[in-house]
């Protein structure tokens, strides 16, 4: 195994990937998109950061990495560290030990929809589908707002915005632009690992005339499954493999297009597509897509995973999730659980606005989560992939215990409840660690759709260090919030 290091100086760039607005952007070393952090399972990668922005804190999360023996690098403050201040260096250090495709993104205060969200690609020497593909492809999908979040997320919090309506989007990306064209050869075949990596939209995704063959969500390798069709909330992931016509004679388009149900108002004029080209032909033209008026997605509970995990069949800790206001604690919960002795497993020590649930080592946890909105919500959970178990159809209520329950459910770390609909969901709580669990609408983390998993609290405080880099970002906390 390798050591893979990246220094990133994160700063304002000026992008303008619509075509249609020019705006301050978050980059990192001068650049925008931000690259690709890409290593090996079983490497070590370390990420050097400094903060540039000058006016804003800072963060990354290492979106789906377990994180196993290093909770305090997982980049959510409040949680696992406090915001790294304007002018400062901070370190995360970490062990890759899962394949798979994830994506890294600030973890501070509804920042990552300004830009500073990238994807993250652990290659796997053993992987089930080794020698089924010619090539990978990164392919990210995006929504984007045309004003800053900071004016955003005050609106949105306001008055001014009685009925909570989120901010709709003003353009979809896909790899942060609107002419994306990959180059293709004829009669290979491809693996485009797609990640989404929104503040806000679901984007459903087609090619026209290629089937796409699902090998992996979120860094777990599925039975091969055909799907004309994908649907990816914020925040997840699918490798698809693709083969190629053997006829170069034409190009052909693939489709991202945003979930507008998510939206309480449509404006006028927006464009909820954003469009891309397999280019066999660079001479040939690049058609327009044909429209779609039904959207049927395949659905990712059918998906089998290739290790064949079944079912846990005892459940240790039921949490109930229901409609909870969480905030951001001054101290990052980690270090609570580490100062606090034999406290540590009581919740009281976390605070009344943290919604801490206290999991012991190795218990399997189940989460009943009823969404009594009438929105899909994107579930994440940190440090896992769970479970899933049961999802219920739009309109169903609350949790009723009356299912057969699959065998070998799949998994993956974020998932989309239905509309005023239920969802149940196990993980074995093997990996000690303060894990948020959220919907990962970047609105709704500012709105306090958030509760905490305080894994096994004892076992953290017999081996996690904080590096000294990590106690002076706290040091300087309420310097850095007064002066932004
Ligand atoms: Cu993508 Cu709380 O994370």
């Known amino acids: 195994a390798a050591t893979v ?3 990133f100086d994160v700063g ?3 992008a303008n990937p619509d075509g249609a607005f020019e705006r301050p952007t978050i980059g990192i070393n001068g650049q925008w998109p931000i690259p690709a952090i890409t290593a090996n399972v079983g490497d070590r990668v ?5 903060n540039n922005l000058q006016n804003q804190t800072t963060s990354l999360h290492f979106h789906g990495i377990y994180q196993n023996g290093t909770a305090n ?4 403050t409040g949680v696992s560290q406090c ?11 970490f062990k890759v030990n899962q394949p798979g495709t994830y994506w890294y993104h600030s973890h501070e205060g509804g920042q990552y929809p300004d830009g500073l969200r990238g994807p993250l690609i652990i290659h796997d020497p053993d992987s089930p589908y080794k020698g089924k593909y010619d090539e990978e492809i990164v392919l990210t999908l995006s929504d984007w707002y045309h004003d800053q979040m900071p004016g955003l997320l005050n609106f949105f919090i306001s008055y001014a915005n009685p009925t909570g309506a989120e901010p709709v989007p003003n353009a979809a990306l896909m790899n942060d632009t609107q002419n994306l064209t990959v180059s293709v050869e004829p009669g290979k075949t491809y693996m485009f690992r797609i990640v989404n990596m ?21 860094g777990i390798y599925t039975e091969e499954a055909d799907a004309d069709m994908i649907y990816l909330t914020a925040a997840q992931r699918y490798s698809v493999l693709i083969t190629t016509k053997n006829d170069t004679s034409k190009n052909y388009a693939f489709v991202g297009s945003m979930d507008q149900d998510l939206f309480d108002t449509v404006p006028d004029g927006l464009n909820p597509n954003v469009t891309g080209w397999l280019q066999y032909d660079k001479d040939a033209e690049l058609p327009e897509p044909a429209t779609v008026d039904e959207f049927d997605p395949f659905d990712d509970f ?14 240790d800790y039921s949490a109930f999730f229901n409609d909870i206001t969480y905030i951001r604690p001054k101290v990052p919960t980690v270090f609570t659980a580490l100062s606090s002795g034999t406290s540590a497993t009581n919740p009281e020590i976390y605070g009344s606005n943290t919604n801490a649930f206290i999991l012991e080592k190795n218990q399997v946890v189940e989460i009943v ?8 919500h994107p579930f994440h959970l940190h440090g896992h992939a769970f479970q899933t178990v049961v999802r219920s159809a739009d309109e169903a209520g609350a949790y009723v215990y009356n299912e057969t329950f699959p065998q070998v459910p799949m998994r993956r770390d974020t998932v989309m409840v239905r509309p005023n609909g239920n969802m149940v969901l196990r993980f074995r709580a093997d990996n000690p660690g303060i894990w948020l669990f959220h919907c990962h609408i970047e609105w709704h983390i500012a709105s306090g759709l958030v509760a905490t998993m305080v894994e096994a609290p004892e076992e953290l405080q017999k081996s996690l260090k904080i590096p000294q880099d990590h106690l002076d970002a706290c040091a300087r906390q309420e310097i850095a919030t007064a002066g932004n």
């Open 5 to 7: 290091t990246y220094n």
């Open 73 to 76: 690098m997982d980049g959510a």
């Open 302 to 315: 059918t998906l089998v995973p290739t290790d064949g995990e079944e079912l846990y069949d005892k459940v």
């Open 198 to 218: 929104a503040a806000f939209a679901a984007q459903y995704l087609w090619f026209e005339e290629h089937t796409m063959r699902i090998v992996e969500v979120d």
């Open 12 to 14: 304002w760039v000026v």
């Open 369 to 376: 989560l009823n969404n009594y909105d009438p929105g899909k």
């Open 46 to 50: 370390v990420v050097n950061v400094k």
């Open 83 to 93: 915001p790294i201040p304007p002018g400062a260096t901070f370190t995360y250090d």
